[in-house]
């Protein structure tokens, strides 16, 4: 999976409590994604990242924040959960270039009750 | 207003015979397209992707895809359908929303082949 690796691959937590999701990378590219896939919906875009200490937002951001040290760590934090971000979560990297695919990672299941 | 639209969340057909999974996108600018496939429990995998190089992309699998910039749309297709293609496919296209550092994703179509 070009080098992705998310953790926890699967995580059961309580409404209010943080939550941090990581995605490391090992093919130093520039640009990293989170998105979120619910059914019916596809995938939307979080936040994404263009490197280290650069962010934005995507169309649904709210409720998450990003931080990115380094450049292979993209972290994905929920500062107090909610049943609506029960979903999976879906890290991904692209090198440089507007034509460039993005790669994904496997995913992390995320439930909270 | 969404910017890319698969018509059909699930498609069926027989093992054998031709599929097609449609795509249609709104941009403002040249497009770049992509294809997806997702199995169970996995991430996404790239199919094939549009670069505007040819607007005939062959991709892996036996999958290919016409982009018809009169008809905004780049849809895929495989002449013989394998019981392995059984997988949720998904159009995207870069030059939505933040030049073409994103991609936005369709909905999904989930292609169900039956023997």
């Known amino acids: 999976d070009a080098g992705i690796t998310q953790s926890p691959r699967h995580k059961v937590t309580e409404t209010g409590t943080p939550v941090t999701l990581r995605c490391h990378q090992t093919?130093?590219?520039?640009?990293m994604y989170w998105y979120r896939q619910d059914p019916g919906h596809g995938l939307r875009l979080i936040h994404y990242?263009?490197?280290?200490?650069?962010?934005d937002k995507g169309e649904v951001s709210d409720g998450y924040s990003v931080s990115r040290s380094k450049t292979e760590d993209f972290l994905l934090t929920l500062e107090s959960a909610t049943s609506s971000q029960t979903s999976v979560y879906f890290c991904?990297?692209?090198?440089?270039?507007?034509?460039?695919?993005?790669?994904f990672g496997n995913g992390t299941r995320l439930t909270v009750t | 207003a969404q910017s890319v639209t698969q018509l059909g969340s699930h498609v069926s057909v027989s093992e054998g015979a031709l599929v097609l999974l449609r795509c249609n996108y709104s941009?403002?600018?040249?497009?770049?397209l992509f294809w997806y496939v997702q199995y169970p429990n996995q991430g996404l995998q790239l199919l094939l992707k549009?670069?505007?190089?040819?607007?005939l992309v062959k991709g892996i699998n036996g999958f290919e895809a016409e982009f018809k910039k009169s008809e905004t749309s780049f849809h895929l297709t495989k002449p013989s359908a394998h019981m392995s293609d059984a997988a949720e496919y998904f159009c995207a296209v870069s030059g939505v929303r933040s030049g073409y550092s994103t991609l936005t994703f369709g909905k999904g179509t989930m292609l169900l082949v039956s023997p």
């Open positions: 093919e130093n590219h520039r640009y």
């Open positions: 549009y670069t505007s190089a040819a607007t």
């Open positions: 991904a990297i692209r090198s440089d270039g507007s034509n460039s695919p993005l790669h």
């Open positions: 941009s403002s600018v040249p497009p770049y």
């Open positions: 990242s263009y490197g280290v200490k650069d962010t």
